[in-house]
């Protein structure tokens, strides 16, 4: 999204929804954009291999969309109870809310939700801890025992002071 046409975008136009069986193909495509932007840590060869296996799992993937006003995905995160297992925002729409929306979204069914971020995605990392997640702990390897490690985090609420 260029400049000029972000007057054209506003966060209250986004509504969150059930992914659809059709739109299988729209969720890879997002994931494959936002990867491409922001996991330039990655091996060629394990970016390859990390497509072919989310290739075989997220087209059939119960996912949550953020949608546009046209019902467009352009965000989507897989929650596994209180866990988030993902959450990817295709580049053209990054930093005009939807991950927040997302990320609200799933805190009023899970409000002690639990997520892990790539160490080397400070983006990612600095997003979460300004959603309201804190640190803790880390592991050394990925999920799939690469050598890109996580951070854990878990959401917290605000304490409320009253006097």
């Not at 069986?21 to 990655?42: K, N, S, Y």
């Not at 996912?63 to 596994?80: G, Q």
């Not at 939700?113 to 592991?139: C, H």
């Amino acid at each position: 999204m260029s400049c000029d046409d972000a007057h054209f975008y506003h966060p209250h136009m986004i509504s969150i929804r059930h992914s659809r069986p059709d739109e299988g193909q729209r969720a890879l495509e997002i994931w494959r954009r936002a990867v491409d932007a922001t996991h330039d840590f990655l091996s060629a060869e394990d970016r390859q291999a990390i497509d072919a296996m989310v290739s075989d799992f997220l087209p059939q993937a119960p996912l949550w969309f953020a949608v546009d006003e046209s019902d467009h995905p352009w965000a989507f995160m897989l929650l596994d109870k209180d866990h988030l297992e993902a959450l990817f925002v295709d580049p053209e729409r990054h930093g005009t809310g939807l991950g927040s929306a997302l990320i609200r979204h799933a805190l009023t069914m899970h409000p002690r939700m639990t997520t892990d971020v790539n160490e080397q995605n400070p983006r990612a990392l600095g997003f979460y801890q300004k959603m309201g997640f804190q640190p803790t702990g880390r592991s050394a390897l990925d999920g799939q025992g690469r050598p890109y490690p996580l951070i854990h985090l878990q959401y917290t609420a605000p304490s409320l002071h009253i006097d």
